[in-house]
């Protein structure tokens, strides 16, 4: 932690600041400039709450070294962590994964169909919401268990583990008990009741980043559930909210190589929420992969323009197949 | 709703649209542009889901008139909804309120101490957190039910009715037992599932505006609760992210008159996390009341060098005493 | 400035870094840390581009510690900087200074009508745009030197002096010869030659803020036109670019006492430009004042409906006139 | 364009829109909903100006169906336009174009010594700065008429034709003098008087977007050159500004698929500036040819570590060797 003083801090205030700074326990080390003195802290173990010495007279602002997660941090992890599931290896480096699926269980035949044909097309697993986050509460908020009971059904059938979102921390158990991967949606990276409560269990967490999460506050929710004792967190990029509305948020693929230097926790890509418009979701599903992501997410639907939510960034199953076609040979090439 | 076609569309995609309108229950009215045609949507009772049309050839986009949210709406309810706490009146536009105390409960003494301060100021509502939303798992969450017992404790010795955060719908209950008004915070804004459970209590909830969150969303949200039956809920701005990082976040006080036109519920504004700086919250707390805010939340903490969180932006009691007489100063010139 | 190196940075990469700093001309200062070392640079006289240390092995980031600028900074200039025009002084902290007129001057009758108008309620100064930036070519872009001439008429006849952008370094002697201020647009305020080309006339300069500016780069750009000799840079806040698109921009009124601890210059603020509904002008220019704005810049327009650019945020000569009775009372009450 | 009346909107408003729609020289068709009245006018040749109407009672809002630009739009102009560079093709579909070198001229020595490198390597054309845009005034600014000799040597020696920034609108013609393509910076996409200018030189623009630029606002300033005469115009994506701190911007490639079918104008990225990280070059870089680039722009310094501008984010001439090996094999890849 480095703190810098005012221009014009006299010697009473940096004396002031050193020895709170003592009475926190750390040492300080008081670095005259030209223009302004700072004051470096030293034996702290990790983050520091620096609202103590903010407050003081004289200080301009408080530097910090130390990050609020530890780890999650390939600094003290340095291998990569690699999520197993049905046999299913994320984060490996070796072979993305793709998940596949319609945004919401809405019907048996509408999620069988889908199980059917993503699985005949090479999807690794099935995605479906029973539990949906929507924006105002008269839209359709999904089916809720019987949806879970459909997925554990195409689940079976298919030969498909699946993951589905669980969005509150009363519901985890019965979450876990159907699913084999557990999502955390953007709305929630934050819901740290509910981060804590995914600790405690033994499955796989698909942690997707919110709509204006900085990767630093990323990591930190991702922490949370490691804390509690969960190693098993995979990070989903899908998006952040910025000011250009021509498409539903803006991708930022540059935290996939990124995120790979700070954390060995594997990293997905959602393009279909990310863009909002099935045309935009092949091109950045194979920039997703180029740029080193660990797998995919992608909405699929058997009849989109009937789909209760999200139709209008879901692929057909065709597009869906077509697409895989054109992902083998990429993967194929980037694994040469 | 408005279908607005391609350029190109044509007169195929164009009744193909006007049946997936007429299937839908709706009347379709074409309206042909020099350079495209566009389609009214006509006959539908609110908000209506675009998947279905926005998938079908043709279709460039689809632009909404109706909201994601009613309830809240003052085209439905021209009047001012005036909440009631222990007395006091909130949103009647004659008198704001003012709501103070720390950030977290950290101890007795403080939190007495405090209460006790902000009562003599002119404080109408004791604020402070048992529960800590917190960025990474490492720092104070403070002081949960213990906490809760405290601030019910300073609440009745100060006769100051107290505002407190709730985080998970399990805790609802409990935290309802002891608050007067319960508050959701800003990365809780969209748990769904906390706001449907704070829909079914029948005390006052205090929303605050989440950090990414548009104003349709921020209503949309106070629908949820509203759409459970309870009538009782306080907008509350507290700063929006931004590319700015002088300040924590950027205030938005226009939205103050913005909210008033479009609903009849009362807004609130925290200016202590807005700005993130001491030395900022007076005159934001000013402009915040100029612009018609029917109340504020400020940050008061009697050391606020040893605040276990957000030392930085807290008043001390001296602080906050000097402002609370400017603060009297302009409501009277206001009311006046 | 301050090199933070990385978890494993060993001992000869932080020798190189020393050195490097050497060569540079300052010294270097290590600082172990229990986590990782961080070096001080001192001797620095203003801000050091950090490309040479970025680049060098082992190097997490570098942290500055002094600014990209120095003339526009309070630390070196304690006194408010008082902008003076043709008697009228911007930023003495005595009455904030009243701009008020069209967005663009369209005919002689519109800006003669606007200007006696404004005058007799109670304006300051005069503005109106001759060379107008529009986001597409095929909209009116202004009478250009036509509009100087109509806006030196109107200001003779009402005895206001008068604002006006200017857009390109060629056209500066022109403006300068019929202004009393000169305007930088939004869209400019990185345009460095024509803030350099600024620098070098005697007449003061008014400079909005970016969309996407933040304060640091607000102020470095003051601090071109103030490197090349002319000290009679006012500021203007005017919203800036977020997510939210219910308002045109999003009003950042915390810049107002924020920019008064970092700087002399005078700053005030445009509630037109920022919120883009008339409706909300008239509380955030309140808002403005009560914040400590040191003046506002309105858009008023004899029949807003028939603007050619702006309309819906112009005030009409009616409202402006109700407004200025609203401000006249509300400046007693802050001056008293 | 649709006009939407507020939900309490008598008739004789509506009646009055339709009268200012019929004086606008326009059609108006009312669409009654059961919520509100919507008015569709027809009959208009591109983008009107809303101001009249948005200022008249009743009305909520005003919904454009056309765009401020026109001339860029694939709807007029189905075929791609290829942009031709002393024999190289930009835009035609079939290679994408590598531009590379320093982000500044800053002696014969290092850009001679770039040019014969990147040429080495497989770069198609050179780029560097001669004019530098700095965020303060205290830091190096470019070499200048001089650096543009410097790159004309190096252009002649190597065969690489050059791209250089010009920043005002009176040293085009001497930029023109030299260069091959003329390039706008971010942060004069909206100089339109420096746009108006470039549309009428015979020679090729590139144009990157502005920091936060929307996909309208870059169609929008690219349309002011085509209107002056101009057809050579490349757009570049370099990133926008965004709440994320972690990267210099935030590289948004979905834009790259979106703009091809918004625009016939070939697009292309430069990743060293969105990312401002080295290591995330080079995946960055290939993840845009995949999303469909139509080039590269990208910083290569032969001493990184001693650049007075942009150093962290330059390629080593050894980097750029490595990432053209691998952007070939992609190349090939995606050709076949």
Chains 1, 2, 3, 4 share one sequence.
Request: net charge neutral; glycine share 8%.
């Amino acid at each position: 932690m480095l703190i810098v003083m005012n221009h014009n801090a006299g010697k009473k205030q940096i004396e002031a600041i050193i020895k709170a700074v003592e009475r926190m326990g750390f040492a300080a080390a008081p670095i005259p400039g030209s223009e302004r003195t700072a004051i470096g802290v030293l034996g702290n173990k990790g983050y520091v709450d620096d609202s103590t010495v903010l407050a003081l007279p004289g200080v301009k602002e408080v530097i910090h070294v130390s990050k609020p997660y530890k780890l999650v941090s390939r600094d003290f992890h340095p291998r990569n962590t690699i999520v197993k599931v049905a046999g299913i290896e994320i984060g490996s480096g070796k072979r993305p994964v793709i998940m596949a699926g319609p945004c919401a269980v809405e019907s048996e035949d509408q999620i069988m169909k889908t199980a059917r044909a993503v699985k005949a097309s090479g999807a690794d697993m099935l995605r479906g919401g029973a539990f949906k986050p929507r924006t105002g509460p008269h839209t359709f908020q999904g089916m809720r268990e019987e949806g879970l009971k459909l997925l554990s059904l195409a689940s079976r059938e298919s030969g498909l583990p699946f993951v589905t979102e669980v969005m509150s921390p009363d519901t985890v158990d019965m979450v876990a008990e159907y699913a084999d991967v557990l999502q955390v949606g953007a709305r929630n990276m934050q819901n740290f009741e509910l981060l804590r409560e995914l600790g405690k269990i033994k499955k796989p967490i698909l942690l997707k980043r919110g709509m204006s999460a900085t990767i630093e506050e990323f990591l930190a929710a991702a922490e949370y559930i490691l804390a509690e004792g969960n190693p098993g967190v995979i990070l989903c990029e899908r998006g952040i909210r910025t000011f250009e509305t021509a498409t539903r948020n803006t991708l930022d693929l540059a935290v996939i190589p990124l995120i790979k230097e700070m954390s060995h926790l594997p990293i997905m890509v959602d393009p279909s929420h990310a863009t909002g418009r099935r045309s935009l979701v092949p091109p950045m599903a194979k920039a997703a992969l180029v740029a080193g992501a660990d797998g995919l997410m992608l909405e699929v639907h058997p009849d989109p323009e009937k789909a209760l939510s999200d139709g209008p960034q879901s692929l057909t199953l065709q597009g869906f197949d077509k697409l895989m076609k054109e992902l083998e040979l990429l993967i194929s090439f980037l694994g040469s």
